[in-house]
């Protein structure tokens, strides 16, 4: 299930699930989005990026969907693995040279 | 291809001191950016460069200064460190998309 820790959301699961992580985007300007995998004590690491010309994009075993009507971004691991254990970081920007602003994140659990 | 590295990967300093976070990379991008990172929030930027010679500031740039004279090298100086800068940093580096972040370098300030 999902529940709102002291300070990150966080998903349980068990592994072989499937896992979907939401974030809700701020800038309706904004035409690129990508997701970010951290674990603990390294830094931010790309999954997939998606284009705001489109409305889902497939990675492996990720896929990740954007609904622009409600500034929706979501994020869908499949048959989920105790490695995919992190927090995950949408973030979103005008295309081009401009900075990326960065939700605040979803730590996912997996459990064996 | 090294990409993004940082250092130091972690450091204590005392109140009023000044140190310089080292960043490079080597994927000759022109944008760099400098995040950090407190427990529970996502990264707030701080300074980041569109190029060499040309900086500028972010969401939470006090108490932080920075230069690129390069295109490969991006240095962070806290000038007078306070407890409020205790933290996470990470740099990044992107061409026109996705930046891609060196590992951080963990910063206590007592």
């Known amino acids: 299930g999902e529940s709102v820790g002291l300070h990150l959301p966080t998903l349980s699961v068990q592994e072989g699930d499937n896992s979907i992580i939401n974030c809700a985007y701020s800038?309706?300007?904004?035409?690129?989005f990508i997701w970010y995998k951290q674990e603990s004590g390294k830094g931010p690491q790309f999954i997939i990026d998606?284009?705001?010309?489109?409305d889902k994009r497939q990675g492996q075993r990720v896929t990740v969907l954007l609904n622009k009507t409600v500034k929706h971004l979501s994020l869908q691991i499949a048959a989920t693995q105790p490695g995919d254990s992190a927090v995950y970081f949408c973030a979103e920007k005008v295309e081009g040279y401009s900075t990326l602003t960065f939700g605040k994140g979803t730590m996912l659990l997996v459990s064996p | 291809n090294a990409g993004v590295t940082q250092t130091p990967k972690f450091q204590v300093l005392k109140t009023g001191q000044s140190m310089t976070l080292q960043c490079a990379q080597d994927?000759?991008?022109?944008?760099m950016s400098w995040y950090r990172q407190d427990p529970g929030m996502g990264l707030r930027l701080i300074h980041y460069?569109?190029?060499?010679?040309?900086?500028d500031q972010g969401e939470v740039p006090n108490g932080y200064n920075v230069s690129r004279s390069t295109t490969e090298d991006f240095p962070l100086r806290l000038l007078s460190a306070a407890p409020s800068q205790t933290s996470v940093y990470f740099c990044?580096?992107?061409?026109?998309?996705?930046?891609?972040f060196g590992p951080g370098t963990r910063l206590l300030v007592l």
């Open positions: 460069s569109v190029g060499a010679g040309i900086t």
């Open positions: 994927m000759n991008h022109e944008y």
């Open positions: 800038n309706s300007a904004s035409d690129y």
């Open positions: 990044a580096s992107s061409s026109r998309e996705t930046q891609y």
């Open positions: 998606i284009r705001s010309n489109m």
